[in-house]
């Protein structure tokens, strides 16, 4: 099955000069370095998703948007609640902190209403209907709200970037694979006169396209492992650079699977390269006798 | 005997050209000699390449080695091809491979071992006089070099039908003496034979060889021996 692999040196000859080479490596080396990052851009946002969502998926916060002057008997309502597995307090402090950045020296007026917070972590059979019913009879008003609620249009997007990114992919895929065809097309061009010699002794199909195929293959191979390394090298710098990369990647990792499917990728482009090489060829060469 | 081609009311045209081949009803023997003739421009090279499945008849039917191939998948062709050895007018040697590797294409394309083809190339490089050559590259062969390399290309395989297109056109009067002796040793052998030339001391100086002659594209066989040569079941008409 993969005989064509191991063509002897006069086989290999028969195809003379490297022509076949030429701009095919670069290209597919481009196209593998960006499907690398898109990918590496899709599977981080993918983990930071995954993460964000288990993050949230308990967590609550009871809000009274007045304030609450007995903010400990609202606390401990909730912590007496059934189901609630852990409460914090936000200090009013740390919101006004918050509102500092945005309102400036105001935020440190006593006539600005500011909201009490408690933020609770409840498990999935937790009654809060009834934990907010007890707490309004503490602080009137009081509401809870589920984070993944409010978090819910964050995730959709992130949910919709990881799709932009695998589009992109197969995208980019489809073009190597239109280059691969021109590339193909050239060659056969080239080589037309040898082919028809060959076809002439009695070389069949099979024959004269293992030898484009092999050398596709090679073409295919190296381009895309220098792509991926180079895509490594810049995936590398991203994460453990400049204080700026560190915070814009957040929590955004890579797992050991997203590793396996990024070092896997350089080969499946090789593969995908020179199948459609093959089957270019193939169809090519059945238009002549 | 066994015909090893048989044409029968073939007709050949280049795209919606007129017809250059017309009504052609034939049979060749097995082992026998044939000399193709005709002028020039009567169908003698279009005539051959029907021979070597390069083309496809446009009606009619050709049965080479008892199989009927007009219509025949062209991947049921390969093995057609290896069964017969084709000097062309022109070389079609590649250009790029050395005249060694030339002579070796058709036992590699029938999947000889490396070590089953040095032997029989070497042997007949040295048989058509280029043993010292066998490196060289057609480019810098001389044209009567690169018909020799064509030859022994076309006779390494032993073929059962050999074909040759002005086999001995570019080269000398012994050297043209030596290939039709190679051309009739290789027939006393089995091997059916077809030269296509204009040389008529080559045809006078092969006894026993028959003649097809063409003109305007379309057979003269007066005698009818082509269309049923002796010795051949008479059933045609």
């Given at each position: 099955?993969?005989?064509?692999l191991?063509v002897?040196?006069?086989?290999?000859?028969l195809?003379g000069?490297?022509?076949?080479g030429g701009?095919?490596?670069w290209v597919?080396?481009?196209m593998?370095?960006?499907?690398?990052?898109?990918?590496?851009?899709?599977?981080?946002?993918?983990s930071?998703a995954?993460?964000?969502?288990?993050?949230?998926?308990?967590?609550y916060?009871?809000?009274v948007?007045?304030?609450?002057?007995?903010?400990?008997a609202?606390v401990?309502?909730?912590?007496?609640?059934?189901?609630?597995?852990?409460v914090?307090?936000?200090?009013?402090?740390?919101?006004r902190?918050?509102?500092?950045?945005?309102?400036?020296?105001?935020?440190?007026?006593?006539?600005?209403?500011?909201?009490a917070l408690?933020?609770?972590?409840?498990?999935?059979?937790?009654?809060?209907?009834a934990l907010q019913?007890?707490?309004?009879?503490i602080?009137?008003g009081?509401?809870?709200?589920?984070h993944?609620?409010?978090v819910?249009?964050?995730?959709?997007s992130?949910?919709?970037?990881q799709w932009?990114?695998?589009g992109l992919?197969?995208?980019?895929?489809?073009?190597?694979?239109a280059?691969?065809?021109?590339?193909a097309?050239?060659a056969?061009?080239?080589?037309?006169?040898?082919i028809?010699?060959?076809?002439?002794?009695?070389?069949?199909?099979?024959?004269v396209t293992?030898?484009?195929?092999?050398?596709?293959l090679?073409?295919?191979?190296?381009g895309s492992?220098?792509g991926?390394?180079?895509?490594?090298?810049?995936?590398?710098?991203?994460?453990?650079?400049?204080?700026l990369a560190?915070?814009?990647?957040?929590?955004?990792?890579?797992g050991?699977?997203?590793l396996?499917?990024?070092?896997?990728?350089?080969?499946?482009l090789?593969v995908?390269?020179?199948?459609v090489?093959?089957?270019?060829?193939l169809?090519s060469?059945r238009?002549?006798? | 005997?066994?015909?090893?081609?048989?044409f029968d009311s073939?007709?050949?045209?280049?795209?919606?050209?007129?017809e250059?081949?017309r009504?052609l009803?034939?049979?060749l023997?097995?082992?026998?000699?044939?000399?193709?003739?005709?002028?020039?421009?009567a169908?003698?090279?279009?005539?051959?390449k029907?021979?070597?499945?390069?083309q496809?008849?446009?009606r009619?039917r050709?049965k080479l080695?008892?199989?009927?191939?007009?219509?025949?998948?062209?991947d049921?062709l390969?093995p057609?091809?290896?069964?017969?050895?084709v000097?062309?007018?022109?070389?079609?040697?590649i250009?790029h491979?050395?005249a060694f590797?030339n002579?070796?294409?058709?036992?590699?394309?029938?999947g000889?071992?490396?070590?089953?083809?040095?032997?029989?190339?070497r042997?007949?490089l040295a048989?058509v006089?280029l043993a010292?050559r066998?490196?060289?590259r057609?480019p810098?062969?001389?044209?009567g070099?690169?018909q020799?390399v064509?030859?022994?290309r076309?006779?390494?395989?032993?073929?059962e039908?050999?074909?040759?297109d002005e086999?001995?056109?570019?080269v000398?009067?012994d050297?043209a003496n030596r290939?039709m002796g190679l051309?009739t040793?290789?027939n006393r052998?089995?091997t059916?034979v077809?030269?296509a030339?204009?040389?008529?001391g080559l045809i006078?100086?092969?006894?026993?060889?028959?003649?097809?002659?063409l003109?305007?594209g379309t057979?003269?066989?007066p005698?009818?021996?082509?269309?049923?040569?002796?010795?051949?079941p008479r059933g045609?008409?």
């Amino acid at each position: 099955m993969f005989d064509w692999l191991f063509v002897s040196p006069a086989e290999r000859r028969l195809l003379g000069a490297p022509r076949f080479g030429g701009p095919t490596p670069w290209v597919i080396a481009i196209m593998s370095f960006s499907i690398m990052l898109i990918a590496a851009t899709g599977l981080a946002l993918a983990s930071t998703a995954s993460l964000m969502s288990q993050a949230i998926e308990s967590r609550y916060t009871l809000q009274v948007p007045g304030g609450a002057a007995n903010l400990d008997a609202l606390v401990q309502a909730v912590r007496s609640s059934p189901g609630v597995t852990s409460v914090e307090a936000v200090p009013e402090s740390d919101m006004r902190q918050t509102l500092k950045r945005w309102l400036g020296p105001a935020a440190e007026s006593a006539d600005l209403p500011v909201p009490a917070l408690v933020d609770f972590d409840a498990s999935a059979g937790a009654n809060l209907t009834a934990l907010q019913r007890r707490a309004a009879v503490i602080a009137p008003g009081a509401q809870v709200v589920a984070h993944r609620d409010s978090v819910g249009p964050l995730l959709h997007s992130l949910h919709l970037l990881q799709w932009v990114a695998f589009g992109l992919v197969v995208l980019l895929s489809i073009a190597a694979s239109a280059a691969v065809v021109l590339a193909a097309r050239g060659a056969l061009d080239t080589h037309r006169f040898t082919i028809e010699v060959m076809h002439g002794i009695g070389a069949t199909d099979l024959q004269v396209t293992h030898l484009f195929q092999r050398k596709i293959l090679i073409d295919a191979l190296v381009g895309s492992l220098a792509g991926a390394a180079a895509a490594a090298v810049v995936l590398l710098l991203l994460a453990s650079g400049a204080a700026l990369a560190g915070e814009l990647t957040g929590g955004a990792t890579l797992g050991v699977i997203d590793l396996i499917v990024l070092a896997l990728l350089p080969f499946a482009l090789t593969v995908l390269a020179t199948w459609v090489a093959r089957t270019a060829v193939l169809r090519s060469l059945r238009k002549a006798l | 005997m066994a015909a090893v081609a048989e044409f029968d009311s073939v007709g050949l045209r280049y795209g919606t050209g007129a017809e250059v081949l017309r009504d052609l009803d034939f049979r060749l023997r097995t082992g026998s000699f044939y000399f193709l003739t005709g002028p020039s421009g009567a169908g003698k090279t279009s005539l051959l390449k029907l021979l070597y499945l390069a083309q496809r008849p446009t009606r009619g039917r050709i049965k080479l080695f008892g199989e009927e191939l007009s219509e025949a998948p062209r991947d049921d062709l390969p093995p057609f091809r290896r069964r017969i050895g084709v000097v062309f007018q022109d070389f079609r040697l590649i250009r790029h491979l050395s005249a060694f590797d030339n002579v070796a294409l058709p036992l590699r394309v029938a999947g000889a071992a490396d070590e089953d083809v040095e032997g029989p190339v070497r042997e007949m490089l040295a048989w058509v006089g280029l043993a010292d050559r066998a490196s060289a590259r057609p480019p810098t062969l001389s044209g009567g070099e690169q018909q020799r390399v064509a030859i022994a290309r076309a006779v390494i395989n032993r073929p059962e039908l050999l074909v040759a297109d002005e086999p001995t056109g570019n080269v000398d009067a012994d050297m043209a003496n030596r290939l039709m002796g190679l051309f009739t040793a290789m027939n006393r052998l089995g091997t059916t034979v077809v030269v296509a030339t204009h040389d008529v001391g080559l045809i006078s100086a092969t006894p026993g060889a028959q003649l097809i002659r063409l003109e305007n594209g379309t057979l003269v066989d007066p005698t009818g021996t082509l269309r049923n040569p002796p010795g051949a079941p008479r059933g045609k008409s």
